[in-house]
C-alpha cells in the first residue's frame, strides 16, 4: 500500500460507506454498513463498483460494548478479529487486533485514542446550540495503531464541518499481512468512532 491512506465518508447515503483511497488516489477498497441489523456488518468491496467483495466483518453479538468482530472471506474463512476494550473505551477508544477469531490468541495490535481530552471537549461543546455544528472542524481525535510498545500507523481525523474524513499514515514498516489484517480493522474501527470530532 501506497501511505498516506484517506477515507472518505459519501455525506448523502442513507447506509454509512467509505471510500479508502492510497497516497496516488488509485481506490483501495470501498465499506458499506448493512443497515437495520442488530448485529454490526460491514461489506468491504475491492472498489466502488462493489461487484467483488473482499470480506465481511460482522459482531459476534447483538449491540453490545465488548462485541468481537470477525474479517470473513466470501469463502468463509477468517481473516482476523478486532475487539473493543468495553467500559475501558468510554474514557479512551481501545480496541484489540488478532490474527483469528479466537479471543483467548495473543493480541497483534491495540488501535488508541492518542488523546482522550479531544473526546472530552468534543462532548462538552458538542451540546452547546449552534456551536456544536463547529466542533468537528476544531476538535480532531488521533488514534495509533501498536505493535507492542512500537506506534505503526497514526489514524487522524481532519478537519471538515460537515464530512468525516481520515488518514491513515504508517510510521513503521509493515508486513502485506499485517496490512491486510489492519486495514478491516481501521475500517470498522472509523465505523465506530467516525462521530467523534
Known amino acids: 500500500m501506497n501511505f498516506p491512506l484517506h477515507i472518505n465518508f459519501r455525506i448523502f447515503a442513507l447506509a454509512p ?12 477498497c470501498y465499506v458499506k454498513q448493512r443497515l437495520f441489523k442488530l448485529r454490526d456488518k460491514v461489506e468491504v468491496f475491492s472498489n466502488s ?23 470473513t472471506t466470501p469463502e468463509g474463512l477468517i481473516i482476523g478479529s478486532m475487539k473493543r476494550q468495553g467500559m475501558k473505551s468510554l474514557w479512551r477508544a481501545r480496541y484489540e487486533v488478532r490474527n483469528d477469531g479466537n479471543t483467548s490468541s495473543p493480541v497483534a495490535f491495540v488501535i488508541e485514542e492518542e488523546n482522550p481530552f479531544i473526546k472530552v471537549l468534543d462532548a462538552v461543546l458538542g451540546d452547546i446550540p449552534f456551536l456544536g455544528l463547529f466542533t468537528g472542524y476544531f476538535f480532531n481525535p488521533r488514534y495509533l495503531v501498536k505493535r507492542g510498545e512500537a506506534v505503526v500507523l497514526r489514524l487522524t481525523k481532519r478537519r471538515a464541518l460537515f464530512q468525516h474524513i481520515f488518514t491513515i ?16 480493522s481501521l475500517t470498522m474501527f472509523v465505523f465506530h468512532e467516525r462521530m467523534r470530532g
Open 17 to 28: 460507506q467509505c471510500l479508502i483511497t492510497d497516497s496516488t488516489g488509485a481506490e483501495l
Open 49 to 71: 463498483t462493489r461487484q467483488k467483495l473482499l470480506c465481511t466483518i460482522a459482531a459476534d453479538r447483538f449491540i453490545d460494548f465488548n462485541a468481537n468482530f470477525h474479517f
Open 169 to 184: 499514515d504508517q510510521l513503521a514498516p509493515l508486513s502485506p499481512d499485517e496490512e491486510s489484517r489492519l486495514l478491516p
